[in-house]
């Protein structure tokens, strides 16, 4: 805010010296010119008392002046002739002086001179324009200040303070056109902040309860476990059959706690799962638009050759921010384990579906680990090094399939393909 307010202190500073300074200047170029026509009107007197030539003329080889015209004092006495006398001529100014030859005097003398400029005129046409200038760039400076920059101000820390979590109050509605989607975005981003961590402390809470209780129940066939362990080491059991029991039971037990830590495993997946997709419609351009729009100048950058394919702009059903999610994660998936040669995305349909096939090239992955691309928390042996949690395609499969899509993935020779399949 200061600085817009320096500003627009600099700019009435500068308008003044401006003004100043063009106005100094003007008034010096009209006295010089003041000057410069009389002392060429001087010249041209003393050439005609020396000359005695009285008639009308045009003069050469004079700046200023250019036409010199007589009067006799005979003529002078006609009203009509000393009317005419006076007018001025093609908008030139004039001068007019008396002739006077030996303490006679003969008649009159006028000098028609042009002006190089209009002084005065256009000292006054300067200061409009300048004075309009300045009053709409000042305007200009005042509406930014008014209607963007403070009201962006008082916002400015909002950001900073959603990042560690301490804004607690309500983001201001405004209906300013330029800041209404910048603040309800804001406050979607407040209200999303606010359901997850409502969610993530509600899913803590359960997680805790849930193993409270799973330990709980998980020490009974520990203990039990332990149990028949020590009495076949400690040779308890004599007879065949009661080892055989005691074998039983331990087996017995320990589908037990197999079965409570699929339980841990089906509970942490399911807090995974929850991914909300808004049901809709959305056109097949708008996507490849986001596409390009976030990764062409990338790529670019990074020397990686993006091929995007001809489509038709078909109505895809879906979630268009869940359907550029996944692209985006397959997108960096191929960014980080790909050659760094070339992606491409080529369109297609089939059986009433829309198509996305997506190609990065580099090593293909193993069969081993082609087999799990899909699970959770699963990593290659490619991705030594290399940041990821292991859900990226995880989720990616939930999405399509909540949107009644499928997505699947493909080896090739020279790299990766990665199918999305869209209904129509």
Known sequence: MKKINGLIVAFVIAYVLISVLATTYLTKQGQGQESSYKVEINRLMEDIRVSANYEDRMVNGYVYVKEVKFLTMEQAQDTAIFNTFLLSKNGMAYQIEPLVIND???????????????????LIRFELILTGVFIIVLVILLYLRQNIIKPFTRFSSVPYELAKGRFKGEIEESKNHFLGKFLWGIGM?????DSSKRKEL?????????LLSISHDIKTPLNNIKLYAKALEEQVYTTEEEQLHAAHQIGERTVEIENFVSEIVKTSSEDILNIEVQSGEFYLENLVKLIRASYEGRCALSHLQLSIGEYENKLIKGDMDRAYEVVENIMENAWKYGDGRQISISFYEEDYCQLIRIHNSGEPVSTQD??????????????????????????????MRKMNGEIFAEVKADGMDFVLVFAE
């Open 370 to 399: 082609f087999n799990h691309l899909f699970d959770s928390f699963f990593r290659g042996s490619n991705t030594e090094g290399k940041d990821g949690s292991g859900l990226g395609l995880y989720i990616c499969q939930q999405i």
């Open 104 to 122: 006679a005097q003969k008649g009159y003398v006028r000098f028609n001179y042009r002006r190089q400029f209009d002084t005065k005129g256009l």
């Open 189 to 193: 981003l407040k209200d999303q902040l």
């Open 202 to 210: 509600k899913l803590e809470k359960e997680k805790k309860m849930m």
